[in-house]
């Protein structure tokens, strides 16, 4: 059968990214000591040459399925760009894989153990040999408004909030685990969040949060400090938004900052 998509295009436009989007498959994530199985959606893309009509796709898609049984990290991400590189003939390929990840949390009194979900993503691309790796983390928060607390007799309002990461790598070494991120942006809220609380657990975490107000400012500027100790972390965005209990608005607050000169 004729081969259409070798065929040769005459518009001399390179594509920079042409591949498959919004693939969904089950994929086992490997964190820590954990490997937890996840629906994944994907976007993987590579380059194409000004010379050709079309890229293969179903390439791309074996290349995929012969990793939904195989544990999934960002080595494993580095591995699959390495194959779109080498079986399409390409100096570019990316790719992102998005799925919810579950961590343990405990109950600060009665210790009761639950699960919270996280949605997450590992992104890598390749451009010319330059590596660089994303990890994305989308972490569910408690926040108490400092100025309600401070004008009021009794009581503050109070909010869910999220914060939204993006740590750039441009190396494998030292990637930090989702579940060690989560912890350290936790601890930047009014208060973490839980999936199960008893009595004991809400009356704590409630007086925890009133002892330690928060705008969405201060939880962006606590969380930016503690990303610039992370090692290895070449680029970081942070998105911080809280969804307003007695407004009809939400207040949100956004910083990204560059850390490749400071090594």
Same mark, same amino acid.
């Given at each position: 059968?004729?081969?259409?998509?070798?065929?040769?295009?005459?518009?001399?436009?390179?594509?920079?990214?042409?591949?498959?989007?919004?693939?969904?498959?089950?994929?086992?994530?490997?964190?820590?000591?954990?490997?937890?199985?996840?629906?994944?959606?994907?976007?993987?893309?590579?380059?194409?040459?000004?010379?050709?009509?079309?890229?293969?796709?179903?390439?791309?898609?074996?290349?995929?399925?012969?990793?939904?049984?195989?544990?999934?990290?960002?080595?494993?991400?580095?591995?699959?760009?390495?194959?779109?590189?080498?079986?399409?003939?390409?100096?570019?390929?990316? /790719? =992102?894989?998005?799925?919810?990840? #579950? @961590?343990?949390?405990? $109950?600060?009194?009665?210790? +009761?153990?639950?699960?919270?979900? %996280?949605?997450?993503?590992?992104?890598?691309?390749?451009?010319?040999?330059?590596?660089?790796?994303?990890?994305?983390?989308?972490?569910?928060?408690?926040?108490?408004?400092?100025?309600?607390?401070?004008?009021?007799?009794?009581?503050?309002?109070?909010?869910?909030?999220?914060?939204?990461?993006?740590?750039?790598?441009?190396?494998?070494?030292?990637?930090?685990?989702?579940?060690?991120?989560?912890?350290?942006?936790?601890?930047?809220?009014?208060?973490?969040?839980?999936?199960? /609380? =008893?009595?004991?657990?809400?009356? #704590? @975490?409630?007086?925890? $949060?009133?002892?330690?107000? +928060?705008?969405?400012?201060?939880? %962006?500027?606590?969380?930016?400090?503690?990303?610039?100790?992370?090692?290895?972390?070449?680029?970081?965005?942070?998105?911080?938004?809280?969804?307003?209990?007695?407004?009809?608005?939400?207040?949100?607050?956004?910083?990204?900052?560059?850390?490749?000169?400071?090594?």
């Amino acid at each position: 059968m004729d081969d259409v998509q070798n065929q040769k295009d005459t518009r001399g436009i390179t594509i920079k990214q042409t591949g498959v989007n919004d693939v969904c498959l089950p994929f086992l994530i490997a964190n820590e000591n954990n490997l937890q199985p996840v629906q994944a959606k994907i976007c993987f893309t590579v380059s194409l040459s000004k010379d050709l009509r079309g890229t293969h796709m179903s390439r791309l898609m074996e290349i995929l399925t012969d990793w939904t049984m195989k544990p999934m990290s960002m080595s494993g991400v580095d591995i699959i760009l390495n194959e779109a590189i080498n079986k399409l003939n390409t100096n570019i390929a990316k /790719l =992102k894989i998005s799925f919810k990840y #579950f @961590v343990e949390r405990e $109950a600060p009194v009665s210790k +009761k153990k639950s699960l919270l979900d %996280l949605d997450c993503f590992f992104e890598g691309e390749v451009i010319d040999e330059q590596r660089n790796f994303i990890l994305g983390v989308e972490i569910p928060l408690t926040t108490l408004c400092p100025c309600s607390k401070e004008i009021s007799n009794f009581g503050a309002h109070n909010q869910r909030s999220v914060c939204k990461v993006q740590l750039k790598f441009d190396n494998l070494n030292n990637i930090i685990s989702i579940e060690e991120l989560a912890k350290i942006i936790e601890t930047q809220a009014s208060s973490p969040i839980y999936s199960v /609380l =008893k009595r004991e657990d809400e009356k #704590f @975490v409630t007086e925890a $949060a009133y002892q330690n107000p +928060k705008f969405v400012e201060d939880i %962006l500027r606590d969380v930016i400090i503690a990303i610039r100790k992370i090692s290895g972390v070449k680029k970081f965005s942070v998105e911080c938004e809280n969804f307003e209990s007695i407004h009809n608005h939400n207040a949100f607050a956004y910083h990204e900052e560059d850390l490749s000169n400071n090594s």
